[in-house]
């Protein structure tokens, strides 16, 4: 069964920093190209971050460039967000999302809450 | 980047009717384009991809058309599971960027 999980997640003060998490399972994690995709409450479905198989592409939103960092690691089939200088705009559920090739996102994670605020 | 805007924003159906999602790119994207379900609370379902391929296990009541810059989802006969909210993407660009959403909602 394929799974990612994801974790890291909280409440953080403006100008803090957290690192999310995504633990994969079920499929061959290193022939995926991953992304985290945002969802700000009650808003639309935003890209953040796309990280390519191998690492050689990497690409951030113009709204996180500079102060988020994705990573990955395949040996340990996990995905990662370091987010800094973080933003009341950043509050959103993160999720982190597996695609073959350039195939879009078919492998979800369940999300995981930041919570940006004083 | 690539902007893509979905019409209507809202929409109010019956079970068993016909339903038509429109998403438009602000550049040709040629056939990289996706739909994905969601509902609240959820993550999105992944529903279509290359603007017409069903996703295995998608109901044939689903499909998609379009290339180039207009694309559209249709939903030949809306059942109860249905009402949610859709987003087009992009898969031309890394930016991978989605449509507003379009939700579907009980009339």
Known sequence: ?118 | DIQMTQSPSTLSASVGDRVTITCRASQSISSWLAWYQQKPGKAPKFLIYDASTLQSGVPSRFSGSGSGTEFTLTISSLQPDDFATYYCQQYKTYSRTFGQGTKVEIK
């Open chain 1, 1 to 118: 069964e394929v799974q990612l999980v994801e974790s890291g997640g909280g409440l953080v003060q403006p100008g803090g920093s957290l690192r999310l998490s995504c633990a994969a399972s079920g499929f061959t994690f290193s022939s995926y190209s991953m992304s985290w995709v945002r969802q700000a409450p009650g808003k639309g479905l935003e890209s953040v971050s796309y990280i390519s198989y191998a690492s050689s592409t990497i690409y951030y939103a113009d709204s996180v460039k500079g102060r988020f960092t994705i990573s990955r690691d395949n040996a340990k089939n996990s995905l990662y967000l370091q987010m800094t200088s973080l933003r009341v705009e950043d509050t959103a559920v993160y999720y982190c999302a597996g695609a073959f090739g350039n195939n879009p996102p078919d492998y979800w994670g369940q999300g995981t809450l930041v919570t940006v605020s004083s």
